[in-house]
């Protein structure tokens, strides 16, 4: 993730965000507009069901939304010296099946070379015990080719207690190795750590306090593997149900 670009954060992790710097967004923007009403009407779903993550706060897990399910985010990253955001990201994800989601992601800046990102992940396949699984994916495809797609491979096992995650990306054209830990405090709070190798990349801490069955919140903070990028922070809400009944 060279210089770790607010699409890149989006394109690696994929866990379900809402972030909103109030003071830099105009409710009479029209997009913002559409995009509050799209959380309200979903938000009055009644199969509205658990919000589902499918990565911890940068890395992906092997984990997807789920069949019929969908999760809805808004993202906000930023410097913590001095604290600003400079990143707003809207992104969705649908789960086709027990194996495989896709997913679009919008970045909100006002100028940007590609306003969509799309991505996916298919499950390859589990243990017969549920508690390994293995995914591949694909981030950040964009069709006009500015920027480069994101593969990766990652392995999730469930250990009762905690769960860890080990894997490989492909980033800025470097395979680098991935590796996190979740670990659920009590039945609403849940403790994240991933690592991501590479001199440009970042190692991450957060927690997920899960609001009520269909809308969570996920704040953490970035710590750069090199002295000469920012330590940054990162905050997501999320909302997720069912497609139908």
Same mark, same amino acid.
């Given at each position: 993730m060279v210089g770790l670009k607010c699409r890149e954060i989006a394109q690696?992790?994929?866990?379900? $965000? !809402?972030? !909103?710097?109030?003071?830099? !967004?105009?409710m009479k923007q029209p997009r913002i507009q559409i995009y509050i009403a799209m959380i309200l009407a979903m938000l009055m779903i009644p199969t509205i069901s658990a919000a589902c993550t499918s990565g911890l706060a940068v890395i992906p897990t092997a984990d997807v939304v789920g069949a019929k399910q969908f999760s809805i985010e808004l993202?906000?990253?930023g410097t913590t010296n001095p604290l600003a955001a400079d990143c707003k990201v809207f992104n969705a994800e649908f789960g086709i099946g027990d194996r495989l989601e896709v997913g679009v992601d919008t970045d909100l800046a006002e100028a940007t070379e590609d306003r969509f990102f799309f991505n996916g992940k298919y499950v390859l396949g589990k243990s017969i015990d549920g508690k390994l699984a293995v995914a591949f994916g694909v981030c950040g495809f964009t069709p006009t080719g500015h920027f480069d797609s994101n593969p990766y491979v990652v392995a999730t096992r469930d250990f009762a207690r905690f769960r860890i995650t080990a894997g490989a990306s492909y980033l800025s054209r470097? $395979?680098?190795a991935v590796i996190g830990v979740d670990e659920p405090l009590n039945e609403h709070v849940t403790l994240m750590l991933d690592h991501t190798t590479g001199p440009n990349n970042y190692s991450s801490g957060a927690l997920n306090y899960q609001v009520s069955d269909h809308v969570g919140i996920m704040a953490g903070v970035l710590i750069p593997n090199s002295s000469s990028n920012d330590t940054r922070f990162s905050i997501h809400f999320?909302? =997720? =149900?069912?497609?139908g009944k």
């Amino acid at each position: 993730m060279v210089g770790l670009k607010c699409r890149e954060i989006a394109q690696l992790a994929v866990v379900p $965000t !809402i972030s !909103i710097r109030w003071n830099n !967004i105009s409710m009479k923007q029209p997009r913002i507009q559409i995009y509050i009403a799209m959380i309200l009407a979903m938000l009055m779903i009644p199969t509205i069901s658990a919000a589902c993550t499918s990565g911890l706060a940068v890395i992906p897990t092997a984990d997807v939304v789920g069949a019929k399910q969908f999760s809805i985010e808004l993202q906000l990253d930023g410097t913590t010296n001095p604290l600003a955001a400079d990143c707003k990201v809207f992104n969705a994800e649908f789960g086709i099946g027990d194996r495989l989601e896709v997913g679009v992601d919008t970045d909100l800046a006002e100028a940007t070379e590609d306003r969509f990102f799309f991505n996916g992940k298919y499950v390859l396949g589990k243990s017969i015990d549920g508690k390994l699984a293995v995914a591949f994916g694909v981030c950040g495809f964009t069709p006009t080719g500015h920027f480069d797609s994101n593969p990766y491979v990652v392995a999730t096992r469930d250990f009762a207690r905690f769960r860890i995650t080990a894997g490989a990306s492909y980033l800025s054209r470097r $395979t680098e190795a991935v590796i996190g830990v979740d670990e659920p405090l009590n039945e609403h709070v849940t403790l994240m750590l991933d690592h991501t190798t590479g001199p440009n990349n970042y190692s991450s801490g957060a927690l997920n306090y899960q609001v009520s069955d269909h809308v969570g919140i996920m704040a953490g903070v970035l710590i750069p593997n090199s002295s000469s990028n920012d330590t940054r922070f990162s905050i997501h809400f999320v909302f =997720g =149900g069912a497609l139908g009944k």
